[in-house]
């Protein structure tokens, strides 16, 4: 039995077990660690094992990143990384995930995208998106707009999956007449993961690049297999899972393409912005005291107070059913709050639309200004907000805006098939 080294991928047999996982290093010599999918460290007596078998050898660090040359012919595409677990690996000594020294490392782990397009890697920051402010929101379109203007071809943005869908938002809205696609993606297992699904989410998001949708999508694993990807649209799309691959769902609407690693983009919506023209408008101005309140009952309505009294411009609420708060309670607050801030309304259920004709609560509501934001998702809406604000001084303009179609965030007509999609 060959002795496996630290960063092997190893299937580990015993009488009652089988552990799939990565060695990790161990301080107990009779003992071996491994880390499995799940992320979860166990560790296994040696006495226990009858077997070992290395499925991966571990992956040699990459000393010196490549040298990416261009080949004449290729399109060009740019690559924005600005952290999360896409960019980052496993730290054997630890057992915890890091972002990559260089995010070149990437191109080295996946020569694939090389042959596809010339990539260019900018690296404005590095963060965990949790950790991403507004600021670095407007970084982001900041970089994709100057790469547009610069010739590329197609920009991918590789990002923490967790706030993605704010950021593909943002981007949706921010960047206007975008001229080329614009891809959004992230990883849910990191690069040295048997599982990792980066891989298959990059070369996708090269292909979508390629394609002549220029609209804003989160490219990212359409089921748990390895097989393809979908394209989903910047605004109506939502993560719906913590771990899952294929977490990310489109919301209200069907995906704009199904990707498949080799054969490139198959549209499935008809409906979509083409490639005209050369240069993108970017205007990266929001305000940022804009807030997101989901309502839930018995919650207090002098969190509205709260708000407007530290100066809030912009508040979201996610309402019940078809968009409501309790008009016993809330009222008073509600009608402050209008006075002073633009107050939105959206739903909780995720799916569906909100609807202030219904309930009576939901007529109460409008009449006292509350901006009812038809299907568009939460996190969309706050994003939206936001930038408007951000753009308009006229806040008659906003409010109506908001109820507005901008960047595919609003359908009149939902698809029955889009339900759980
Ligand atoms: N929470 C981190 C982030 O969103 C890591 C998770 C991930 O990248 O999927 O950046």
Redesign the pocket.
Known sequence: MKEPSIGDLAKVFGKEFTYTGIIMPSKDEDIVILKLENGYNVGVSKSKIQNISIVRQARPPVKNTPKIKSKAGLPNISIVTT????TSKIDYRTGAVHPLTKPEELIANIPELAELANIKIISPFSK???DLTSVDLQKIASSVALEINKGADGVIVTH????LHFTSAALSFMLKDLPKPVAVV???RSSDRGSFDGHQNLICAVQYCLSNIAEVAIIMHANSDDDFCYALRGTKVRKMHSSRRDAFRPINCLPLAKIDPKKGVEHLDKNYNKKVGKKVIVNTKLEPKVVLIKYSPGLQPNVLDYYIDKGYKGIVLEGTGFGHVSTETWMKQIERATKHAVVCMTTQTIYGTTNNHIYSAGVKLHKAGVIYCKDTLPETAYVKLMILLGQHKNLQEVKQMMTQNLAGEINERIEKKSFLF
């Not at 952290?83 to 896409?86: A, L, M, P, R, S």
């Not at 923490?160 to 706030?163: K, S």
């Open positions: 952290g999360g677990t896409i965990l998106s949790e923490g999956t967790d706030t992230g990883g849910q």
